[in-house]
């Protein structure tokens, strides 16, 4: 692996926010003099997110995949797939600038001493619908996997590939969220765990793919994903 890091970032029509993002993550690990790429997938946008970014075209830290519309964790589980052959962390976030980069160098620092190091989001302004399911999620983790992580699906996370290499590989393509699944068998594991508060902003631009009453109904297949799908197997701690 040639690369320290590798960013994956999944969009989904956020053509009026993308270009900024990446740029503001260029920015912050350029600082860092991290060896590192910038995975962006564009999970099949009908609005003009590809033509967007067309402005990397030609830098050598970005990478630009284009794919049909298959939902975010299974674009995730893409991303992660190709990230952990580039490099020796991954990290993960969301294309819809709700958290900043800026904390990224606070996890960045401490990533010798843990396995895995995740944001907790604060200041969230979830509607009701949304906070029943993050409770929802958090509880499903707890119950079959322990406790360990307190924001269970949080896309803001670093983690080594040696130790999300063997944890991806036995998770289908087809999950709904996969970072809920990883996060259960951290827990469960008792890797080293690293978190810190990161402020989550509203998002101000693009559009949610879940909404309303649909959020229930992925709650409840997310359920039973996580209740079917758990990896087994033993980690190698202080890795």
Known sequence: MSLDLAVLIPVYN??????????????VLSCLQIKFRIIILNDGSTDGTRETLEAFKGDSHVVVIHKENSGHG???????????ETAQWVFQCDGDDEIKPDYFPYLWHKRKDFDVLFGVR??????????????????????LFGRGVTDVNVPY???????????????PSH????????????SRERVRIYEYPVLHEGRKTGEVSIVKWKLF?????????????????GLKHGM
Do not use: H
């Not at 299974?74 to 952990?84: E, F, M, N, R, S």
């Not at 109904?217 to 197997?233: E, G, T």
């Open 14 to 27: 956020e053509e009026a926010c993308v270009v900024r993002v990446v740029k503001s993550w260029q920015a």
């Open 74 to 84: 299974p674009t995730i589980l893409l991303g992660y797939q190709k990230a952990v």
């Open 122 to 143: 604060q200041g969230r302004d979830q509607n009701v619908s949304r906070w029943c399911i993050s409770i929802f999620s958090r509880l499903s983790v707890r119950i």
């Open 157 to 171: 996370r670093l983690m080594r590939s040696s130790i999300l290499n063997p944890i991806i590989v036995q998770i």
């Open 175 to 186: 999950i709904f969220a996969p970072n809920v699944i990883i996060s259960g068998v951290l």
């Open 217 to 233: 109904r992925v709650a409840i297949k997310s359920f039973w994903q996580v209740l079917w799908c758990r990896p087994k197997l």
